[in-house]
């Protein structure tokens, strides 16, 4: 599965931005970026070129090669394959691709998908919309393009892609146990057009034949349950620890202890039931 759902155009001076922009706060993803776009920089200066003239070789503006070289941009793949290709690098800029792979997306984000890499086991409430691993992308891009204050398309398909590549976990070997639960408003709103709305029920029936997923479905005429405020998640290892959360319960905040555990799986238990 492709998780790069943002492409690029190159080959004229209109070219799109070269990459993603970078959190500040995210001291990691910045540092490897910044240490990444030195590299470029020395490469192309061996070369004897300037930003420019490198720009246009690799079908970039010279504005869009200092927001790379400066660490300013989280160069795209094939950003980092034509400058390879460009400064007859022989792989080493190419070879940095697997530097950047993780750092592309927000930082909460790669978080949320270590742990989902961990996990044995996976226990979902969604009180409203989908979950995130269960999301098509024209599903999730229609969801982020409806947000206000809106985000930027290219702020968009980052998120888009950030979420297709947490959907990874259900190619697992030996894959986990995973439980969710959607309510049936849920399914019944069409977003991103009838079309979409077809794709997104068939890959909720495909998911659903997976021997290790559970769906069901709250119906709508049922009466109150215990997340009628908000969702729930809760993420077991295989150490014998967990880790759960839920938007109704403890302030939305991570919890890890084993009391506040064992509240969110009563509730998850009740709401299976």
Known sequence: M???EAGTEHGDAGADEPGWD???????????????????KAWREAAGLRAGEFGAAIGYREDQ?????????????????RADEVLGAGGKIAAMKQDVAEVRYPKKIRDLTKLEAKAVELAAYVAHGLHGLLQTPGHARALFEARQPSYSQDE????????MARQSIFERSPGLALSFVQEESALRRPIGGTMEWRRQLERLLEIGQLRNVTLQVMPTHREAHPGMDGDIDVLKFKDGTAVGRSHGAFNGCRVTDAKQLRILELRYGIIRA
């Open 2 to 4: 492709s998780v790069d």
């Open 22 to 40: 970078i959190d500040p706060d995210d001291e990691s993803g910045t540092a490897v970026v910044a240490a990444v776009g030195r590299q470029i």
């Open 156 to 163: 968009v398909e980052r998120m888009v892609a950030a979420r």
């Open 65 to 81: 090669v200092y927001k790379v070289e400066g660490g300013r941009r989280i160069p795209r793949p094939e950003l980092l394959d």
